[in-house]
Nanobody
């Protein structure tokens, strides 16, 4: 059994920063990859960023240069540092993690609300 717990969302002014966390617990052999997605009201869920087991990263064009994804393998926790936030970043953010238990499965976090507004 694997659980994901997200935290770090909130209300921030434009230009501000937030750091999201996604902590995995349970019968984990290894975290293969961690993605962050977001879903704004009345919009489809969109992919934001990924970090692989080897530490490789990739970002959507809309957040490149502003967001940084990272992970702490010892804590089975991933992070999304969000800087220079814009109102259009307002969404519910979800972590999506590929975990070997040892069978490979995909898990979703519960989501955390990020609101960027003055």
């Amino acid at each position: 059994q694997v659980q994901l717990v997200e935290s770090g969302g909130g209300l921030v002014q434009p230009g501000g920063s937030l750091r999201l966390s996604c902590a995995a617990s349970g019968s984990i052999v290894s975290i293969v990859a961690m993605n962050w997605y977001r879903q704004a009201p009345e919009k489809q869920r969109e992919w934001v960023a990924v970090i692989t087991r080897g530490g490789g990263t990739n970002y959507s064009d809309s957040v490149k240069g502003r967001f940084t994804i990272s992970r702490d393998n010892a804590k089975n926790t991933g992070y999304l540092q969000m800087n220079s936030l814009k109102p259009e970043d307002t969404a519910v953010y979800y972590c999506n993690v590929a975990i070997a238990t040892p069978a490979l499965n995909i898990y979703w976090g519960q989501g955390t609300q990020v609101t960027v507004s003055s």
